[in-house]
């Protein structure tokens, strides 16, 4: 297994606040990291592939960065509706391993 | 526009077997861009990936499941399943199905989930 380290564990921020939020493997993934972004009672949700690749109809204030084992997941200002828990997701080997989840309060 | 639908019991008795059901629509299963993912969240906790399934049966599955789980496909059907044998407790989560890139190995779509709970 690929464990995956996210940080922070939670974070408390405001409306237009710069939030990021850190992942890192054990090992190098040659940027197969892919971010979800999760809403209490809902499914995870895609926002980010590939470590940069903003998945179709993602607003553009959410960036990814980051290669070998270390990725960043940026909101630029944030919004209401990005208030949620959101993961890391390891996809360059079996089994595929998820961060424990950041999730991002008022 | 693609979607998942899981379906199966909501309540499992300890050492039985849990089975669920992935319905496709909106694409085919027998698609080559794709496999055909599981992946479970106890309540209030993180994400487990399951395994997954090509359409010709191929299977990947998380070694710390594989002794109990089978993952199934029927491309008549456009489904595919999931079947964990002997479940105790700690298998009580929501489960979700989800479409996964075989290129990026990302998961798009996913199902809403259904909550299955081990209890006697």
Same mark, same amino acid.
């Given at each position: 297994?690929?464990?995956?380290?996210? &940080?922070?564990?939670?974070?408390?921020?405001?409306?237009?606040?710069?939030?990021?939020? &850190?992942?890192?493997?054990?090992?190098?993934?040659?940027?197969?990291?892919?971010?979800?972004?999760?809403?209490?009672?809902?499914?995870?949700?895609?926002?980010?592939?590939?470590?940069?690749?903003?998945?179709?109809?993602?607003?553009?204030?959410?960036?990814?960065?980051?290669?070998?084992?270390?990725?960043?997941?940026?909101?630029?200002?944030?919004?209401?509706?990005?208030?949620?828990?959101?993961?890391?997701?390891?996809?360059?080997?079996?089994?595929?391993?998820?961060?424990?989840?950041?999730?991002?309060?008022? | 526009?693609?979607?998942?639908?899981?379906?199966?019991?909501?309540?499992? @008795?300890?050492?039985?077997?849990?089975?669920?059901? /992935?319905?496709?629509?909106?694409?085919?299963?027998?698609?080559?861009?794709?496999?055909?993912?599981?992946?479970?969240?106890?309540?209030? @906790?993180?994400?487990?990936?399951?395994?997954?399934?090509?359409?010709?049966?191929?299977?990947?599955?998380?070694?710390?499941?594989?002794?109990?789980?089978?993952?199934?496909?029927?491309?008549? @059907?456009?489904?595919?399943?999931?079947?964990?044998?002997?479940?105790?407790?700690?298998?009580?989560?929501?489960?979700? /199905?989800?479409?996964?890139?075989? @290129?990026?190995?990302?998961?798009?779509?996913?199902?809403?989930?259904?909550?299955?709970?081990?209890?006697?």
């Amino acid at each position: 297994d690929i464990p995956m380290t996210q &940080s922070p564990s939670s974070l408390s921020a405001s409306v237009g606040d710069r939030v990021t939020v &850190s992942c890192r493997a054990s090992q190098t993934i040659n940027s197969f990291l892919n971010w979800y972004q999760q809403k209490p009672g809902k499914a995870p949700k895609l926002l980010i592939y590939a470590a940069s690749t903003l998945q179709s109809g993602v607003p553009s204030r959410f960036t990814g960065s980051g290669s070998g084992a270390d990725y960043t997941l940026t909101i630029s200002s944030l919004q209401p509706e990005d208030f949620a828990t959101y993961y890391c997701q390891q996809s360059y080997r079996t089994p595929r391993t998820f961060g424990q989840g950041t999730k991002v309060e008022i | 526009q693609v979607q998942l639908q899981e379906s199966g019991p909501g309540l499992v @008795k300890p050492s039985e077997t849990l089975s669920l059901t /992935c319905t496709v629509s909106g694409d085919s299963i027998t698609s080559s861009n794709y496999d055909w993912a599981w992946i479970r969240q106890p309540p209030g @906790k993180g994400l487990e990936w399951i395994g997954s399934i090509y359409y010709s049966g191929s299977t990947y599955r998380n070694p710390s499941l594989e002794s109990r789980l089978t993952i199934s496909v029927d491309t008549s @059907k456009n489904q595919f399943s999931l079947r964990l044998t002997s479940v105790t407790a700690a298998d009580t989560a929501f489960y979700y /199905c989800a479409r996964e890139g075989t @290129k990026e190995q990302d998961l798009d779509p996913w199902g809403q989930g259904t909550l299955v709970t081990v209890s006697s």
